[in-house]
């Protein structure tokens, strides 16, 4: 858990960073956003990565972490804002399931 939180946090600073200094700034607001999105991504992937998660519950929190970005994202900003923050969400947690893929343990913590 402890390491989740760090990826999560390290995934926020990083992505929020490139964002707002590489990329073209959309404001501070929004690429902190956008960057919690891709931490939130990449630190539930990795909690995830356990066996005592079966595929389908793997699957539904990885929804309701969608969900909850969406709703943060609509509050905060508006829908057509808040949708990419999905579909990065979603690239960072199916990029990590594919790196796994291809080791034995099927899984990037062993």
């Given at each position: 858990?402890k390491r ?67 709703v943060?994202?609509i ?21 990590y ?5 291809f080791?034995n343990?099927?899984?990037l913590?062993?």
């Amino acid at each position: 858990m402890k390491r989740a939180l760090i990826y999560l946090l390290a995934g926020t600073l990083i992505s929020s960073l490139l964002n707002y200094f590489l990329l073209g700034s959309q404001g501070w607001a929004l690429d902190l956003y956008y960057g919690f999105a891709f931490g939130s991504a990449w630190g539930m992937a990795y909690f995830l990565d356990d066996e005592k998660f079966s595929l389908p519950q793997k699957l539904g929190i990885s929804f309701i972490g969608m969900a909850l970005l969406v709703v943060i994202g609509i509050f905060l900003f508006d829908l057509e804002k808040a949708v990419p923050s999905v579909i990065k969400f979603s690239m960072v947690f199916v990029a990590y399931y594919v790196f796994a893929s291809f080791k034995n343990s099927k899984s990037l913590r062993k």
